[in-house]
């Protein structure tokens, strides 16, 4: 869960400030595999560890009222994994989902599932519909949920969508513009993320938010996302305020 059940966010007085935070953080959680492995344990339980990190993310989201978080949960190439891993990975959603649901939702967390959804099994596909139906009014954080994502799926769908409006005549060839484009990615009406975070210490972008992140600042660090908690995530938010974003500008 998020938050404790017996415990509610903490007061804003004890929250950590920043003079400048992200609007939308999106974070790789990659690295559960070799933190597992260098304490000897299978991998699903470095992925158990994982979504621990995950609930101290999104709580401390909520502290600094930062309103959008994306995480990377499964990739479209997360399939090549062996079997037994991809399904102790789809257990595991529907776990977290049963579980921190309530918590989620009593908190004003909206869970926002992207990705190609449609070709996951069953139950997890079913949970996620159902968490997001619950939260679909919440306000205080957008959770928007990776899974089955890839960058350039998501692109090509788009595409396709797009030119199936175009000879539906819904819209023209010359109606199209980056705004347009943007409206057909899963992340319709989701501002494009300011910080990439990446644990696990790989300087790649493993098909993520290929469009999304043309100017996101990129943060990473060796640390893997089962020890990646409170304080490293306020480390990169704290190198992310000092950041000078110019947007192909020059400096002011
Ligand atoms: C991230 O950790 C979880 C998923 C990709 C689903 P990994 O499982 O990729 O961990 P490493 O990279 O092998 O350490
Ligand atoms: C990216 O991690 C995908 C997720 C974290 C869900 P991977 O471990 O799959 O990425 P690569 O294979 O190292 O690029
Ligand atoms: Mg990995």
Redesign the pocket.
């Known amino acids: 869960m998020v938050i404790s059940r017996k415990r509610r966010l903490k007061n804003s007085d004890s929250v950590k400030s920043f003079s400048k935070l992200p609007n939308h953080v999106a974070i790789?959680?990659?690295?559960?595999?070799r933190w597992a492995q260098t304490r000897g344990l299978p991998r699903a339980a470095g992925h158990r560890a994982g979504v621990e990190s995950l609930r101290v993310i999104v709580e401390t989201c909520c502290e600094l009222k930062i309103p959008f978080l994306t995480?990377?949960?499964?990739?479209t190439?997360?399939w090549r994994?062996p079997e037994e891993e991809v399904s102790i990975l789809m257990r595991l959603i529907v776990e977290y989902l049963r579980r921190e649901v309530d918590m989620l939702d009593e908190n004003g967390i909206r869970i926002n599932p992207i990705g190609k959804l449609d070709v996951l099994p069953e139950e997890p596909r079913k949970e996620l519909y159902a968490a997001a139906e619950r939260t679909e009014n919440n306000k205080q954080l957008m959770l928007n949920v990776?899974l089955n994502?890839g960058g350039r799926m998501e692109i090509v769908q788009a595409a396709q969508r797009l030119a199936t409006d175009v000879s539906e005549e819904i819209i023209k060839v010359d109606d199209i513009n980056e705004d347009l484009f943007a409206s057909y990615l899963y992340t319709k009406g989701v501002p494009d993320p300011d910080l990439l975070i990446r644990p696990?210490g790989?300087l790649?972008i493993?098909?993520?938010l290929l469009w999304q992140l043309a100017y996101a600042e990129f943060w990473v660090t060796d640390t893997y996302?089962p020890d990646f908690r409170k304080k490293e995530f306020h480390q990169a938010l704290e190198d992310f305020q000092n950041r000078e974003r110019r947007f192909g500008g020059i400096k002011n």
């Open positions: 790789i959680m990659d690295g559960n595999g995480v990377y949960a499964f990739s190439e997360n994994r990776a994502y696990s790989e790649r493993s098909n993520f996302w």
